[in-house]
C-alpha cells in the first residue's frame, strides 16, 4: 500500500533509479527516497 503512494507520488524519482534495482543495487535505488516522511535506513533495511 505505502509502496504503491511512493511510486505514485515521486514516479520519476523512481523511473530514474529502476536501472539500479534491476542491477540488483538494492540499496542505491532506495537512497533517493529517503527524502520522504517515514522512510529511513531502517524502514529500508526492513524492507
Same mark, same amino acid.
Not at 540499496?27 to 527524502?35: A, E, G, L, T, Y
Not at 535506513?41 to 524492507?47: E, G, K, L, S
Given at each position: 500500500k505505502n509502496s504503491g503512494? !511512493?511510486?505514485k507520488r515521486f514516479k520519476d524519482l +523512481? &523511473?530514474? &533509479?529502476i *536501472?539500479? @534495482?534491476l542491477e540488483g543495487n538494492y540499496?542505491? +535505488? @532506495? *537512497?533517493? @527516497?529517503? !527524502?520522504i516522511k517515514g522512510i529511513?535506513?531502517?524502514? !529500508?533495511?526492513?524492507?
Open positions: 503512494l !511512493i511510486v +523512481f &523511473n530514474d &533509479n *536501472q539500479l @534495482f540499496m542505491s +535505488f @532506495f *537512497q533517493p @527516497f529517503k !527524502i529511513d535506513d531502517n524502514c !529500508i533495511a526492513t524492507t
